[in-house]
Every structure is written in structure tokens, then in C-alpha cells.
């Protein structure tokens, strides 16, 4: 895949990112926001501290502040991902553009958001303990980390064991493989419990599902966005490879 392909590729996952913050941004409204209200309402009924001075205003972090973080995130991940895909195709298997882009998008689902959500869930803004917020924030990392590395590895061993196992069985060993890795840490990485005592549990579900309703619209709908414009993208390519191929091997009969 040559250079101009890849930047292609690397404009159309922009693209196709901001049209999926596009669509997790409605999600985040609608189901997101409403929770994170709640939460500083019950944080703000319980707290001895008031009047203290507001730097950003609710509203401007509900409106403005959630699209932008929302809209460059989505922009950020497409081109990440759309790189990934340009490494990926031809490489994981004999998917096309369209499967390839669906498949990398459900593995980065799991692999950055699922996995490192299930052992470190998401917090409601301003509930919790703010002295523990550095340590919370880098073992989520660290978690996000081993899963990326851990599904990598999981890739080159099912690739290793294919051709002795057959696709499926390689498949099968590698993935269980990656589980099992990851719940040994799961296993040994310290758990974090920073929420009030009586802080509701339904709200806390709520906000959590919310979070999570929020990833997986932004990774569909980049997966398909994506696979259609990266279809279309390297349609356009091997179009235009084939029109010059007949000129180039014209020439030599038009010498003799």
C-alpha cells in the first residue's frame, strides 16, 4: 500500500471518526448527561462544602465541552484506527476492506473501552475520592496497556497456530489465551472502591451502561462509516493503478 493510499485511508478515518462522535454525541446527550446531573445533584445534597467558585459553567460543560471532547476524540481515533487498518489489511485474514474495518472496529471496542471498563468502571464526575483520581487513572491505563499488547500477541499466535489448528482452532486457543491473561490481571491489579457508602446504585448503573451505550455507537458506527469509505477509497485505487498499466505496456510494442 503505498503512501498516498495510506494518507487516503488516514482522511477518510478523520472522517469517518467525526461522524461517529457525530452519533455518540446524541447517545451522550440523551442518556449520559441526564445521569451526570443526577450524580452532582446527590454529590452537591451531601456535601459540607458550598459556594465555592465555578471556573465552567454545567451548561457549558453539557453543551460545548461534551462536543468538543466527544467530536475531537472521534476525529482522534479514526485516524489511529484508519492507520491500524492500512497495517491490518491483507494481513488478519482474506476479509475485504468492509469486514476488515468491522472487525477492527469490534476489536478495539473490546481491547480499549470492554476489557479495561470491566475492571476499572467509569465514575460520575464529582463523586468519589479526589486524592485517588491520579492512582484510578493510571492503572486504567496501564489496563488499557496490557489489553491492546495482550490481543496484539493473541493475533500472532492464532496466525502462528493456524496452519498446524486450522483458522477456527487457532482462533479459539488464542483467544481463550487472551482471557485467561486477562483475568489473571484482573486477578492481581489492585480494585478501586472510591464511591459514598449510600450513593445510589441504580444512578451508579445507570451512568455506567450510559458510558458504555456511548463506545459502542462511536465503534459501530466508525466501522461502518469507515468500511465504506475505505471500500470506495481502494476501489478508487486499483481503478487507477489499472488505467495506467495498459500505457506502460503499450509502449514497448509501439517501439518494436
Do not use: C
Not at 493456524?162 to 489473571?184: E, K, Q
Not at 458506527?221 to 470506495?232: D, I, N, V
Amino acid at each position: 500500500m503505498n503512501s498516498a493510499t495510506v494518507r487516503n485511508l488516514l482522511v477518510r478515518g478523520m472522517l469517518a471518526g467525526l461522524i461517529a462522535g457525530l452519533f455518540a454525541l446524541v447517545v451522550a446527550s440523551l442518556l449520559g448527561e441526564p445521569q451526570v446531573d443526577a450524580a452532582i445533584a446527590y454529590e452537591e445534597a451531601h456535601s459540607h462544602e458550598h459556594g465555592g467558585v465555578e471556573v465552567v459553567t454545567r451548561s457549558m460543560q453539557a453543551t460545548a465541552g461534551l462536543a468538543t471532547g466527544v467530536l475531537v476524540y472521534g476525529v482522534a481515533i479514526g485516524g489511529i484506527a484508519a492507520l491500524a487498518f492500512s497495517f491490518a489489511l491483507g494481513r488478519v485474514g482474506r476479509f475485504g476492506p468492509r469486514a476488515t474495518a468491522a472487525l477492527l472496529a469490534g476489536a478495539a471496542f473490546v481491547t480499549v473501552y470492554l476489557v479495561p471498563f470491566l475492571k476499572y468502571p467509569a465514575n460520575p464526575p464529582s463523586v468519589g475520592d479526589p486524592d485517588s483520581l491520579d492512582k484510578r487513572t493510571a492503572l486504567y491505563f496501564l489496563m488499557v496497556l496490557l489489553s491492546v499488547l495482550l490481543a496484539v500477541a493473541a493475533t500472532i499466535v492464532g496466525k502462528r497456530l493456524a496452519p498446524r489448528l486450522g483458522n477456527w482452532n487457532a482462533s479459539v486457543v488464542a483467544g481463550l489465551g487472551f482471557v485467561v491473561v486477562i483475568g489473571l490481571a484482573y486477578a492481581f491489579l489492585p480494585s478501586l472502591s472510591e464511591l459514598p457508602k449510600h450513593f445510589p446504585g441504580m444512578l451508579l448503573w445507570r451512568f455506567r451502561i450510559s458510558t458504555l451505550a456511548v463506545q459502542l455507537v462511536l465503534w459501530t458506527a466508525f466501522g461502518l462509516t469507515f468500511g465504506h469509505l475505505a471500500e470506495r477509497a481502494l476501489g478508487s485505487a486499483v481503478r487507477g493503478g489499472s488505467k495506467e498499466e495498459p500505457a506502460s505496456t503499450a509502449s514497448p510494442a509501439a517501439t518494436s
